[in-house]
């Protein structure tokens, strides 16, 4: 186990050896997108190896629509006792305020950060019968047929729905950005040809790419992922500096009590010194971060500055919900 997340849980141990009685029923955590999705695998995955350390069950609770503001929402409402928290990202719970004008919560002001997952990069993938072959082929034709290009994604304000507008402003081409219910029902219709193409979470596309039902043309992360080391950066290629990936984490709502929270935080930091559960991860091209951004504290600091963030992008990209 690595020394920071060791003496991390040292101090967590002393400060809820009061709150042994905790949980003592399951505790859901909502999911603001649909089952199986990019976000609901990860959700999964980490849930079930942190109820195992809670010795309690934890209940996905799947709440999609607006891009993941009503779940969200959801959350920030819920009862603040240490059974209901929510899994957020970068979409509405950094960009989401930028995006839009009336917000019924505040990512800050009405949640208690518990912990931060690690961080998922990005692929462009297109239909296999697509006729650009690369990246710069895609981004060519984008210029010479404005407007054609249709890029599928999980929602209005969703991750791949950001990525893809950032990246169509950066590359300075006009594409259609067409919302669906979820990443799963977005990702159907590139395979079935409905949609040109769109950006995908790695940990799920990677199994379609691996099958050859989509193409990939190039990931948003700063260094090539490991299992497409034949697939570039868009820095590397079209867009240098360009890099994006989905951050997650868990939230309560504001008043929970600090020892659920760390109760919670606690369990997660053992299953992240787990070289077995971290090499799982790894494995499904998930970007492992340094041990001491995963903890409570770690994640209040950047939805802060991802909010920050957010606000100077959304302009730039020229990106309103409202």
């Keep these: 186990m690595k020394p920071i997340i060791a003496a991390a849980i040292g101090t967590l141990l002393a400060a809820s050896a009061h709150a042994q009685t905790y949980p003592s029923r399951p505790i859901t955590w909502i999911v603001p997108f649909a089952a199986g999705g990019p976000t609901d695998a990860l959700a999964r995955t980490i849930a079930d190896r942190v109820s195992r350390e809670l010795g309690q069950s934890i209940i996905i609770d799947n709440s999609p629509g607006a891009g993941g503001t009503i779940g969200a929402a959801k959350g ?3 009862q603040p006792d240490g059974y209901t928290m929510l899994v957020g990202h970068m979409g509405y719970m950094g960009a989401a305020p930028a995006l839009y004008k009336k ?3 505040d990512p800050v002001k009405d949640f208690a950060p518990v912990f931060r997952f690690p961080d998922t990069p990005m692929v462009l993938m297109v239909r296999k019968d697509h006729p650009a072959r690369d990246v710069r082929e895609f981004v060519d034709y984008g210029k010479k047929h404005p407007g054609k290009l249709n890029l599928s994604n999980a929602g209005m304000g969703s991750t791949s729905h950001l990525v893809a507008a950032m990246f169509a402003s950066s590359a300075g081409i006009k594409v259609s950005l ?7 029902p977005a990702l159907i219709d590139v395979i079935g040809g409905q949609a040109d193409g769109m950006f995908d979470q790695t940990n799920t596309a990677l199994p379609q790419i691996t099958e050859s039902k989509v193409r990939p043309l190039a990931v948003t992360s700063a260094a090539r992922v490991p299992q497409l080391k034949n697939v570039p950066t868009l820095a590397e290629t079209v867009l240098p500096g360009f890099e994006a990936a989905t951050w997650y984490g868990i939230y309560a709502p504001k008043g929970t009590p600090q020892a659920a929270v760390d109760k919670v ?19 499904q091209a998930i970007q492992m971060l340094p041990p001491e951004q995963y903890t409570a504290s770690a994640l209040g600091k950047h939805t802060a500055a991802e909010v920050a963030r957010w ?3 959304a302009t730039k990209a020229n990106i309103s919900l409202d």
């Design 76 to 78: 920030a409402r819920a």
């Design 311 to 313: 606000k100077v992008l």
């Design 265 to 283: 935080q606690l369990a997660y930091l053992k299953a992240m010194g787990d070289r077995d559960f971290t090499a799982k991860l790894a494995g």
């Design 178 to 184: 067409v919302p669906y219910k979820g990443a799963g």
């Design 103 to 105: 917000l019924s919560y």
